[in-house]
């Protein structure tokens, strides 16, 4: 099960996260001065001088439970590993927390990041010891247990081939998270697929290509699962008629129709069973059923509803790329305002997929509106985010209005 993707999901180690939070304790005075002389050694580049204090504090007779070692312990450890020199730094953070005696919450940080940097270095066993042991006590004290953390256990599980926990965690991550991420939803579909789950494994892949409906290796995965349950002619027939008859109970069996029809390219008939779905309160309305009829009303080219439906949507979920793809549809009806909001607002929530695009079309939106100073505003920015050879010829477009205008 090697294929299965790892690494760049989860590995962004925030060392501000792990510092104790209410601590209990308090390190020594002596020990507080040292560090206020390291960390002004460090601004200024002094490593070597940082790397002597640190060994001259570790160089000293602590006992088993000192809360000061365990410190200076996480704290070199983390300065070990922003050197890259992670293996010595990861050995460092093991061993402050051996002393048991850091805060229980920065102790439960610790060990997420310890768990981390072990499955970064492929100990996926390693890794698995203390993130079961980090979920175990976030559950029991009520701590932060991010989706992320859940979605490593999964992860590391897969690794191990351990298929079976490794779809309990990931599904749990899936579940928990504001925001669709795809390479969890893909793991999620290969291990449906691996463990025989075939059902599961098409739900899946409609998740995906309800996210990304024109990444066509997502729409093949839904189809060889429509292949593999044998869902043609019988299966159509016999959903169909249950829809002209009302006869459909479950949501599921109104989204697998609908999404069948946009697989058969007749997205007005998944409409149909949509809104025939929502109408008869058997289709829950929530975000991922509201993108779902954006998508069919998309493909149907019925754009208006689209951006209503997706307007619905993201005031039901905080994911980022349900607004930036109102924006697109907005900027596709020449609702120029409305696309200038609808990208400021996915911007706002964090937008990030590829730099200075959402500039970009902002800038472009405003050429429209005939708001020049703010479009060379915008498309400058854009520019200098890497979209230079996008926003040059808007630019130069502009300086041509502006002369012909005077």
């Given at each position: 099960m090697k294929y299965l993707f790892f690494i760049s999901l989860l590995f962004s180690i925030s060392y501000a996260n792990a510092a104790p939070s209410n601590n209990e304790n308090t390190i020594s005075g002596w020990v507080y001065y040292e560090f206020?002389?390291?960390?002004?050694?460090?601004?200024?580049?002094?490593?070597?001088?940082?790397?002597?204090?640190?060994?001259?504090?570790?160089?000293?007779?602590?006992?088993?439970?000192?809360?000061?070692?365990?410190?200076?312990?996480?704290k070199y450890?983390?300065?070990?590993?922003?050197?890259?020199?992670?293996?010595?730094?990861?050995?460092?953070?093991?061993?402050?927390?051996?002393?048991?005696?850091?805060?229980?919450?920065?102790?439960?940080?610790?060990?997420?990041?310890?768990?981390?940097?072990?499955?970064?270095?492929?100990?996926?066993?390693?890794?698995?010891?203390?993130?079961?042991?980090?979920?175990?006590?976030?559950?029991?004290?009520?701590?932060?247990?991010?989706?992320?953390?859940?979605?490593?256990?999964?992860?590391?599980?897969?690794?191990?081939?351990?298929?079976?926990?490794?779809?309990?965690?990931?599904?749990?991550?899936?579940?928990?998270?504001?925001?669709?991420?795809?390479?969890?939803?893909?793991?999620?579909?290969?291990?449906?697929?691996r463990l025989d789950e075939y059902l599961l494994a098409l739900e899946t892949a409609q998740d995906l290509v309800r996210n990304s409906p024109k990444e066509k290796k997502y729409l093949e995965?839904?189809?060889?699962?429509?292949?593999?349950?044998?869902?043609?002619?019988?299966?159509?027939?016999?959903?169909?008629?249950?829809?002209?008859?009302?006869?459909?109970?479950?949501e599921?069996?109104?989204?697998?129709?609908?999404?069948?029809?946009?697989?058969?390219?007749?997205?007005?008939?998944?409409?149909?069973?949509?809104?025939?779905?929502?109408?008869?309160?058997?289709?829950?309305?929530?975000?991922?059923?509201?993108?779902?009829?954006?998508?069919?009303?998309?493909?149907?080219?019925?754009?208006?509803?689209?951006?209503n439906k997706l307007q619905e949507a993201s005031k039901l979920s905080d994911d980022p790329e349900l607004i930036y793809r109102l924006g697109q549809i907005e900027l596709n009806l020449s609702r120029w305002d409305k696309a200038i909001e609808s990208f400021q607002l996915a911007q706002d929530k964090g937008w990030n997929k590829e730099k200075g695009k959402i500039e970009y079309f902002i800038g472009i939106s405003f050429i429209e509106l005939e708001e020049f100073n703010q479009a060379v505003k915008y498309l400058s920015m854009s520019s200098e985010l890497g979209q230079d050879k996008l926003v040059e010829p808007w630019l130069q477009y502009i300086e041509y209005l502006q002369k012909t205008a005077s």
């Open positions: 206020l002389s390291i960390e002004d050694k460090l601004e200024q580049g002094r490593y070597a001088e940082v790397e002597a204090d640190y060994l001259d504090l570790l160089d000293n007779t602590w006992s088993s439970r000192s809360f000061d070692h365990a410190v200076i312990l996480k450890g983390f300065y070990l590993v922003s050197r890259d020199r992670v293996p010595e730094g990861l050995k460092h953070l093991q061993w402050s927390l051996r002393k048991q005696a850091l805060e229980p919450r920065d102790a439960h940080n610790v060990q997420y990041v310890v768990a981390q940097i072990s499955a970064s270095l492929g100990k996926y066993e390693e890794a698995l010891d203390y993130l079961l042991d980090w979920y175990r006590v976030g559950v029991n004290r009520r701590f932060d247990l991010t989706p992320k953390g859940i979605a490593l256990i999964g992860i590391c599980y897969a690794q191990l081939e351990e298929y079976r926990p490794a779809i309990k965690y990931i599904t749990m991550a899936t579940e928990q998270s504001y925001v669709f991420m795809k390479p969890w939803y893909e793991l999620k579909f290969a291990l449906h697929y995965q839904m189809g060889a699962m429509y292949n593999q349950l044998q869902f043609e002619i019988e299966s159509l027939s016999s959903l169909e008629f249950g829809f002209t008859q009302d006869l459909l109970k479950t599921k069996d109104y989204l697998l129709l609908a999404n069948f029809y946009m697989y058969k390219a007749v997205p007005n008939d998944a409409v149909k069973v949509l809104e025939a779905g929502f109408k008869r309160k058997k289709i829950k309305t929530n975000a991922k059923n509201l993108e779902t009829l954006s998508n069919a009303y998309l493909s149907s080219k019925e754009h208006i509803k689209a951006a």
